[in-house]
């Protein structure tokens, strides 16, 4: 069952989302060779903290074998191969022509928020360069595309056909999802499929679709820490991602 948010739930989650765009446009400023992914956790969280929401990620727990004590940080710190789920290190400092992944969340009054954006490090080449703006525009795209009535799988082939047609890849086995009460919710949103299938989008519906595109194959494979996942062959990998509310005049972005 996909939930349709209540009018004081939106409410809420208006001022979540509000408050993970502030986060992260501030945490972005901050982005440049020499700072380490620590120094853009610790101030993340102080941020989320000073909002009076809570970090969204710090603990989580998903089913997993390797990490049973939940996700160590506020932020996902996700540099270059790193498709998603980088863990901010004291020791990882940002280089000149790195790109990196934010993707950061937050609860506010028992209400999350999700959003991603990848971010250049100084001057980078044009390859990196052309896919941040190719995963940012497949997600501005699919964004476009919501409304009352349409498939689910709309939205997938709309983001799938783009980055293709551009001569990147979709990476498979990671989604998008619901999001309200809980951090994940149904549906799961893929970033591949096909047109005129799956669930019907319904007014009030709450959403955070993610675009993971890869420069070379899409497959994927997840380091011995349990939590940051890799592009198999090395490639450069993007992420962007945005929480959205189904109106009947189409997608509000509560992360903007």
Known sequence: MISIKTSEEIKIMRQAGRILAQVMKKVARQVKPGISTFELDEMAEKLIKNFGAEPAFKGYQPDTVYNQKGYPATLCT???????HGIPSPNRFLKEGDIIGLDCGVKFQDYYADMAITLPVGKINSEARRLILVTKKALGLA???????????DISS???????????????ELSGHGIGKNLHEEPTILNFGKPN????????????????????????KTLDDGWTIVT?????????????????????????
């Open 78 to 84: 996700s540099i270059n191969n790193e498709v998603v």
């Open 197 to 220: 299938t799956g669930p019907i989008l319904k007014e009030g519906m709450t959403l955070a679709i993610e675009p993971m595109i890869n420069v070379g194959d899409w497959k994927v």
């Open 143 to 153: 964004i476009k595309k919501i409304k009352p009535g349409i498939h689910l799988g």
């Open 158 to 172: 709309t983001i799938q056909s783009y980055v293709e047609k551009n001569g990147f890849s979709v990476v498979r």
């Open 232 to 256: 198999a062959d090395n490639s450069l990998s993007a992420h962007f991602e945005h929480t959205i509310l189904v109106t009947s005049r189409g997608a509000e972005i509560l992360t903007q």
